[in-house]
T-cell receptor, first 115, second 117 residues
């Protein structure tokens, strides 16, 4: 079963605009990760934020994490047509015993950036 | 190799046929995961290996699914007596770590798209 809900399910914007995707999850986590998937391809890791971090940046990506609300957001600034893809959040939940980094994914946001 | 390699890229199986899906992780990677991704959905965990040990198989949907990694490198996911609901993309991911202390997440293969007809 999926851990999280992603919002919106689909997002369509123009090149140069910012894109914001949200993720909510249910259990306490070690970290939350965002992945990107182009049609018919595997997932590419974008960024990881740990439970004790509130914000993280990588290039045009900005991720926030609010553990009190069990939610995260991914902001892509100055979007490009090449950013068109599906974006997934994934959580590494805290579980009894040793954690080995098993991820639980949301259902994804389909982002379309029009040139 | 430079990345995680999965084969075949596409597989069409007749219902009831057995299939074997292969994953070649990055050399030296300790952790290996299998995920199943249905159309329009996020990946769902199937099983986890740490070297050759299968530490978690809680996500395997039935006893028709079997995975192995006998030498701690290449892994095979086998599905016996395939059914239409097994149609999905099967993704393999690997990591050099046994947890997510790394900031680099996991490296995924391109997946095997299985269609059961």
């Amino acid at each position: 079963s999926q851990q999280g809900e992603e919002d919106p399910q689909a997002l369509s914007i123009q090149e140069g605009e910012n894109a914001t995707m949200n993720c909510s999850y249910k259990t306490s986590i070690n970290n939350l990760q965002w992945y990107r998937q182009n049609s018919g391809r595997g997932l590419v890791h974008l960024i990881l934020i740990r439970s004790n971090e509130r914000e993280k940046h990588s290039g045009r990506l900005r991720v926030t994490l609010d553990t009190s609300k069990k939610s995260s957001s991914l902001l892509i600034t100055a979007s490009r047509a090449a950013d068109t893809a599906s974006y997934f959040c994934a959580t590494d939940a805290i579980a009894g015993g040793t954690s080995y980094g098993k991820l639980t994914f949301g259902q994804g946001t389909i982002l379309t950036v029009h040139p | 190799g430079a990345g995680v390699s999965q084969s075949p890229r596409y597989k069409v199986a007749k219902r009831g046929q057995d299939v074997a899906l292969r994953c070649d992780p990055i050399s030296g990677h300790v952790s290996l995961f299998w995920y199943q991704q249905a159309l329009g959905q996020g990946p769902e965990f199937l099983t986890y290996f740490q070297n050759e040990a299968q530490l978690d198989k809680s996500g395997l949907p039935s006893d028709r699914f079997f995975a192995e990694r006998p030498e701690g490198s290449v892994s095979t996911l086998k599905i016996q007596r395939t059914q239409q609901e097994d149609s999905a993309v099967y993704l393999c991911a690997s990591s050099e770590f046994v947890d997510t202390y790394s900031d680099y997440g996991y490296t995924f293969g391109s997946g095997t798209r299985l269609t059961v007809v």
